[in-house]
């Protein structure tokens, strides 16, 4: 069961199950099947030894439960050394005293990180902040020079606009002039027109 818990072969596991397999029986670590599958991510095998082992209270218990460290076992703990001989109230009791220093590692470990942000030191995530930090600013930068060359554009074409328009009003009001007064000999009354008629 250990071994089947451990791989994704749930028809294998389903078969053991149906054939009466003890669900409950624990490895050297003092792991059941069901904690194999967990410490291996088998989620549909966890499911399986769950329902057969009729345990609808699957939750997590917590590091002031003492039952949290009678069964902790992991893949190259001193569980299965075999040259280690304890019994289990001395391998909880090892465990008890090992999750506490690893508590007060912690805290001493947030008490340095406090005390090397308090002298100015940069932390990892601070330099990562301010290098976003940079990239944004250039980013901003750059869309704002954009910005700018496509405003002075925009002025420019608007002047060329202007420009045109208003040579566009000249060249009208030549032409009503030119519909309205006669040419004296071939040589009209705007030259602009006639510049124009040329080309």
Not at 62 to 67: A, G, M
Not at 92 to 108: G, N, S, T, V, W
Not at 165 to 177: G, I, P, Q
């Amino acid at each position: 069961l250990h071994k089947r818990g451990n791989e994704n072969k749930n028809i294998c596991l389903q078969w053991l199950i149906e054939m009466g397999a003890d669900c409950d029986i624990t490895n050297e670590a003092g792991e059941t099947p069901k904690d194999v599958a967990k410490r291996f991510a088998q989620l549909a095998a966890v499911e399986l030894l769950r329902r057969a082992m009729g345990d609808d209270s699957d939750e997590e218990l917590d590091d002031n439960d003492v039952r949290f460290f009678d069964r902790h076992g992991v893949e190259g703990s001193t569980d299965t050394t075999e040259d280690l001989i304890l019994d289990e109230e001395k391998k909880r009791d090892a465990r008890i005293r090992a999750y506490q220093k690893i508590e007060e590692l912690r805290q001493l470990l947030e008490i340095a990180y406090s005390n090397y942000k308090q002298l100015g030191g940069i932390t990892v995530e601070e330099r990562k902040k301010k290098k976003e930090e940079r990239e944004a600013e250039k980013m901003i930068r750059e869309l704002e020079a954009q910005l700018e060359y496509e405003r002075v554009r925009r002025e420019k074409l608007e002047r060329q606009l202007d420009e045109y328009r208003a040579e566009t009003s000249h060249l009208k009001e030549c032409l009503e002039k030119l519909q309205l007064t006669p040419t004296i000999s071939g040589v009209s009354v705007c030259p602009q027109v006639t510049a124009l008629g040329n080309v």
